[in-house]
């Protein structure tokens, strides 16, 4: 059983769409970290959120962290071809992180 | 900017053969941790270290060990090399494990046959 449950497993779209994934556990996490990982490549940070309710913004990418700290989202708006990838989401267990298996998403032009 | 450097970026290895996975980085971060990656499970912990001289156990430690002598360097080294330890690893660090940012370095796909 996985800590941290990423859904959906995979999403396929086309440029334009909006979309959501989502990042959930039965655990309270102080933070929690969403990565996108590209082909080949190892995974890049792209936001850490800290406070239950927390919203930011990064361009077209809004993450919220639920209010109980056991949750989060990541909603891209007009989803684009570069938004292609896998996209993870992390927190801290202990001394080290644990991490979701990902959602793997996939823009079409 | 180097960041987190591993070598080899491919390598591939006979059953019960040994080798060495490197990892270095050049940021002066404490914590530097070792994962496997496998389609559908996501990053997995191997090792860690929250400093030099400091190393424990992840969620999948056997059959690899790790040392960290130096600050920058975190070697994970594989013993005996089997079939179910085909994958890619990554490595990566963090200025501390209070500080969960973490940096990756681009991975080392290994495939034993």
């Known amino acids: 059983t996985q800590l941290l449950e990423q859904s959906p497993q995979f999403l396929s779209i086309q440029e334009g769409e909006n979309l959501t994934v989502y990042c959930n556990s039965s655990s309270v996490f102080s933070s929690l970290q969403w990565y996108r990982q590209e082909p080949g490549e190892g995974p890049v940070l792209l936001v850490t959120?800290?406070?239950?309710?927390e919203v930011k913004k990064l361009k077209r990418l809004t993450f919220q962290f639920g209010d109980a700290r056991k949750d989060s989202s990541l909603h891209i708006t007009a989803a684009q071809p570069g938004d292609t990838g896998l996209y993870l989401c992390?927190?801290?267990?202990?001394?080290?992180?644990?991490f979701g298996p990902g959602t793997r998403l996939s823009v079409l032009p | 900017n180097a960041g987190v450097t591993q070598t080899p970026k491919f390598q591939v290895l006979k059953t019960g053969q040994s080798m060495t996975l490197q990892c270095a980085q050049d940021m002066n971060h404490e914590y530097m941790s070792w994962y496997r990656q496998d389609p559908g499970m996501g990053l997995r912990l191997i090792h860690y270290?929250?400093?030099?001289?400091?190393?424990d156990q992840g969620e999948v430690p056997n059959g690899y060990n790790v040392s960290r002598s130096t600050t920058e360097d975190f070697p994970l080294r594989l013993l005996s090399a089997a079939p179910s330890q085909t994958s890619v690893y990554f490595c990566?660090?963090?200025?501390?494990?209070?500080?969960?940012?973490?940096?990756f370095g681009q991975g080392t796909r290994l495939t034993v046959v």
């Open positions: 270290s929250v400093g030099a001289g400091i190393t």
């Open positions: 990566a660090s963090s200025r501390s494990y209070r500080v969960p940012e973490a940096f």
């Open positions: 959120v800290v406070t239950g309710g």
């Open positions: 992390a927190g801290e267990h202990g001394q080290n992180f644990v």
